[in-house]
């Protein structure tokens, strides 16, 4: 069974930093593009970044470009989010998601994305 769990979220202030993870267990790690989506309260879901295993290729929301870095650990099957410089705007519920080799440039739509983790909640006090 396909699993993913994501984990690292908290309560941060303004200009601080968390690490997410999201864990995959029930597929082959490498075949997969793991995305990272979030949605705040009444705001529609938005592509934070993604990342290819196959040829390690990333790709980030122009929100996050510059302050949000995506890496693969394959021996541990997961995926990180390293989060620097968050901004009250980032407060939101974060998903992981994975995608059969993902053609790139449908990245950012979640619909294309065939398994999802729970959500870790990120809250940037002001």
């Known amino acids: 069974d396909v699993q993913l769990q994501a984990s690292g979220g908290g309560l941060v202030q303004a200009g601080g930093s968390l690490r997410l993870s999201c864990a995959a267990s029930g597929f082959t790690f490498d075949d997969y593009a793991i995305g990272w989506f979030r949605q705040a309260p009444g705001k529609e879901r938005e592509g934070v970044s993604c990342?290819?295993?196959?040829?390690?290729?990333?790709y980030y929301g122009e929100s996050v470009k510059g302050r949000f870095t995506i890496s693969s650990d394959n021996a541990k099957n997961t995926v990180y989010l390293q989060m620097n410089n968050l901004k009250p705007e980032d407060t939101a519920v974060y998903y992981c998601?994975?995608?059969?080799?993902?053609?790139?440039?449908?990245?950012?739509?979640?619909?294309?994305?065939?398994?999802w983790g729970q959500g870790t909640l990120v809250t940037v006090s002001s």
């Open positions: 998601a994975a995608r059969f080799r993902l053609r790139l440039m449908l990245w950012v739509l979640w619909s294309e994305y065939d398994y």
């Open positions: 990342i290819r295993n196959s040829d390690g290729s990333t």
